[in-house]
Structures are given as structure tokens and as C-alpha cells.
């Protein structure tokens, strides 16, 4: 049945009313407003229930409302919320930082804690750029990058962010940074099959460090699967394995972020795990680590690069809030979780069971071109016709349709704000890890008919 609040517009209350007012195109629906979360499921504050099929944007992994969670905030808020880490060491920031090094295996000997994954990905490149200078390289500056992709908003995670959007309005403020294509799997240059490019993709890698001049390039970071930027392109492991032996080959440090990937989404601790061959010299993470219950972005970095700029003064960089004495117990508490349940396997089981489901749905539904990912990572391609493969028209902007039908429907979907025209329309299938099968029947029937409303829209 439909929410019974009929929907207002955003920007009818004196002062905007929410941060939305900022974000959302003046005279969009206003969304329902949260009452209270349990397991896969949210309610809105009329009592109306949607089901959770993106945890959020691919946070809550451990679901809602986790008691254990709870109590470990409480228990920790209720001895010291905040005490500026410089003075004072937190027992839970020493117990995250071993366990969350020892999750991601050899390589990773150290763990520095921020708010999220921009401040995560700002401190990846800045730790980089200091060890460079610590050890000589000072004239290797340049982070080369992915088109498209996605590694956060503030001006740093911005300067190697593919995107034409954030790029026509900020570019001019941010050095630009060089990028190369991102393999992609359903939309292939002609005469490629997906290995093949992402293979060429892996060789522009070498030719643009090459043609920036070798000693200049301090590193390459990306999205191992890609998160709102490819839609969960899974490549090759001979594509991870080309780029590493290009980094190698360059001196240049390979950096994952992992903010979407990491914490168990996939079906290993870390998306790396999957490619043992091609390890990263750094990887990202945020998101999943607390699964949504505090902010909390993670750096994991080897003791060689550590060492390197402790023994020469120690990382110019710094947050208020870096190594958060509540954000650190609360993800203590979330990795007791996803060890006691065993999520990081149940995403690989859910992930198959949610894949067979999306398949077949993409035999019903006229829109759904292509099912991809890796565990419950995953993304459904959205077009106006399987044939061609053509995407539906950015002005149309199916997600924003698809997300207002969604909610109609009761499953709560998060998607890319701007249609990258170029690179069509996909919607992310990422429940949290907790689902049960059950749960996952009940996704993909709401799913469908959510995805009929927009088909109903696109023939109208
Ligand atoms: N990197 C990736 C791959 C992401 O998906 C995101 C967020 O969606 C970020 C970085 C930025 O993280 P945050 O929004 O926590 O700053």
C-alpha cells in the first residue's frame, strides 16, 4: 500500500529543512522520513516498511538495529566518547587496527582510522606523496586514475574522480590528474570482447605513465569492482595482474579502494583477496567497516611505507575526529558480528542465490540488459533496448524514476544521481549481508515491480 504522508516538495519548509534542500534538484518528491531500522527492513514515520535492498549506499552490512552493536555503543559512549588520540591511545583503536590488519593479510601492518572514505582516500594519497619525498622521489606527484570512477567529494578524492560532471563544475580548483579507461563488460569498444579490452585498458596504464614521464607518477588507485562509477564491473584477474607488474615495472605505488568493495561484500575480507597475485601497496575502506552505525574510513598500509615517514617526522596529516575512541568500538563490534555469523561467506552464498534471481528477472523485465558483480555486490543495466543495447535517454533519468517507484513498492534502492550518459544506467543490488533467502525472494519481487512502473513509464 502507498506511504499515507502524500509526498511534499523539497524546499517548502521556511529553511530548506533538510540537507537534502542542498543536494536534490528544487521541486523534487521529498522522501519518506526514517522512523527506525531492524535487520533488512527500514519504516518510515508513518509505519511503512521498505526493504533495504542497497544497504543504504552499500553500508549497513550487518543490517539494522544489531543489539550487540548497540550495547557496545552504549557501553563505550558511556565510558568516553572522545579523547583527541595524540594524548591518548584508545583500547578499541589498538584491538580494530590488529584485527582489521590481520583480515586483510600479509602487506597490511598497519591501520590509520578516519570519518569516512573521502578522508580515507585523501590520507592514501598523501601518505603516498610522503613517502615519496622521504625517500627521495620528490618529483612524483602525479596519481593516475580511472574514467569512470568514483573515490570521493572533497577536492583531493576529487582531483582523481572520472567524472565529467563533478569535473565541468570543480575542475578548474583540482590538479588534473591523468586517467585511463576503466575496463568495462557490457558497452565494449568495437572489436573487443571484455578480456580483450580490459587488457588494452591495462596497457594504457603503461603507455600514459610513459608519456607523463615515469618519474613523476607517485601511484594509480582503483575501484577494484566498481561501486555507483562502473556499476560492479568484475575484470579479469590477468588485468590486476597487468597493472601490478606495470607498477613494479615504474616504481609507481597501486592503491584499492575498497570503501565499497572491502569489509566482506564480496565474498573475501577484501575484493584484493580475489586476485592473490595483485596485491595493492594501500587499500581504502569505510562503509561496511562500521556498517553504518558510526562514520568510520580506514588507510591499511605496509610497515615499509609507515616506517619510512614515521622515521622522518611522522604524517603531516591530521582529523579531529581520526581514530574515534566510539567509531572504533562500534566497528569492533560489527567485525564481532560479521566473524560470529559468518557473513563474509554468506555473501558469496547470498550473492549466488541473488544472482540467479537477477537473471531470471532479466528474462522477464524488457529494461534489464545485463546482471553483474561478485557476492552482493552487484548491479543490474537498465536500457531501452537489449538488443542494441541502447540506454534509455539521460533526460529520462531512470534511476531518479526507478529509486520513486522503488519506494512506492517498499524497497528502498540507492543509484547514481547523473546519468554519465556515455555509460547508460544501472541500478546497484547490494542487500546488507545478513539476508536471508527468503528476504532475497522478497527483493527481487519488488524489485520487478518497481522495474514495471518504469516500463510502463518508458512506453507511455
Ligand atoms: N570511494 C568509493 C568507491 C565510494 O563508493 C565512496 C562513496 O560512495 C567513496 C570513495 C567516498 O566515501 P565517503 O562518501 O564516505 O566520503
Known amino acids: 500500500s502507498a506511504p499515507s504522508t ?9 529553511h530548506g529543512g533538510s540537507v537534502l534542500a542542498f543536494y536534490s534538484p528544487k521541486g523534487s518528491p521529498r522522501p519518506p522520513r526514517v522512523g527506525r531500522g531492524e535487520g533488512v527492513y527500514l519504516w518510515d514515520a508513518d509505519g511503512q516498511r521498505y526493504l533495504d535492498a542497497t544497504a543504504g549506499a552499500v553500508v549497513a552490512n550487518i543490517g539494522h538495529g544489531n543489539p550487540h552493536v548497540l550495547a557496545a555503543m552504549q557501553e563505550q559512549a558511556s565510558r568516553v566518547s572522545f579523547a583527541y588520540p595524540r594524548f591518548f591511545e584508545s583500547e578499541h583503536n589498538i584491538a580494530l587496527a590488529d584485527r582489521v590488519c590481520s583480515l586483510a593479510g600479509e602487506g597490511f601492518d ?10 580515507a582516500n585523501e590520507s592514501a594519497i598523501k601518505l ?14 602525479k596519481v593516475i586514475s580511472r574514467n569512470p570512477s568514483y573515490h570521493g567529494s572533497t577536492l583531493g578524492a576529487l582531483a582523481v574522480t572520472g567524472d565529467e560532471h563533478t569535473q565541468s563544475i570543480y575542475g578548474a580548483m583540482i590538479k588534473p590528474m591523468p586517467k585511463v579507461p576503466a575496463p568495462l563488460s557490457y558497452r565494449l569498444p568495437e ?11 591495462a596497457e594504457d596504464l603503461a603507455r600514459t605513465i610513459e608519456r607523463e614521464g615515469p618519474e613523476t607518477v607517485l601511484a594509480f588507485i582503483l575501484e577494484p569492482i566498481g561501486g555507483l562509477s562502473t556499476g560492479a564491473v568484475v575484470s579479469p584477474a590477468a588485468y590486476f595482474e597487468r597493472v601490478r607488474q606495470t607498477c613494479d615495472q615504474y616504481g609507481v605505488l597501486l592503491i584499492y579502494d575498497e570503501i565499497m568493495s572491502g569489509a566482506g561484500r564480496t565474498g573475501e575480507f577484501l575484493a584484493a583477496h580475489h586476485w592473490q597475485a595483485a596485491r595493492p601497496d594501500l587499500v581504502t575502506l569505510a562503509k561496511g567497516l562500521a556498517a553504518g552505525y558510526t ?13 619510512a615517514v614515521a622515521g622522518s617526522g611522522g604524517f603531516v596529516h591530521g582529523h579531529t575526529y581520526f581514530t574515534n575512541p566510539l567509531s572504533c568500538a562500534v566497528a569492533n563490534a560489527v567485525m564481532d558480528e560479521v566473524e560470529r555469523q559468518g557473513l563474509v561467506a554468506r555473501a558469496r552464498e547470498r550473492g549466488l542465490g541473488l544472482r540467479r534471481r537477477l537473471e531470471a528477472l532479466a528474462e522477464r523485465s524488457p529494461l534489464v540488459g545485463d546482471v553483474r558483480g ?17 540506454a534509455l535517454p539521460p533526460e529520462f533519468n531512470a534511476p531518479a ?8 513498492h517498499g524497497i528502498a534502492l540507492y543509484n547514481r544521481r547523473a546519468n554519465l550518459g556515455a555509460f547508460g544506467d544501472f541500478q546497484m543490488i547490494t542487500p546488507p549481508l545478513t539476508i536471508s533467502e527468503s528476504e532475497l525472494d522478497e ?13 510502463d513509464e518508458v512506453t507511455r
Open 110 to 119: 598497519r591501520a590509520f582510522f578516519v570519518s569516512g572514505g573521502s578522508e
Open 6 to 14: 502524500p509526498p511534499r516538495l523539497l524546499g517548502d519548509t521556511p
Open 374 to 390: 561478485l557476492g552482493l555486490l552487484s548491479a543490474i543495466e537498465i536500457v531501452a533496448d537489449k538488443g542494441s543495447r541502447r
Open 191 to 201: 572489436g573487443h570482447t571484455e578480456e580483450s579490452y580490459a587488457m588494452a585498458c
Open 128 to 141: 603516498a606523496r610522503h613517502y615519496a619525498v622521504v625517500s627521495g622521489q620528490g618529483s612524483r606527484w
Open 295 to 307: 562514520p568510520l574510513g580506514c588507510l591499511l598500509a605496509p610497515d615499509r611505507i609507515v616506517d
Open 401 to 408: 524514476k526507478l529509486t520513486v517507484h522503488g519506494l512506492r
Open 443 to 455: 527483493l527481487v519481487e519488488r524489485l520487478e515491480r518497481a522495474l514495471a512502473d518504469l516500463a
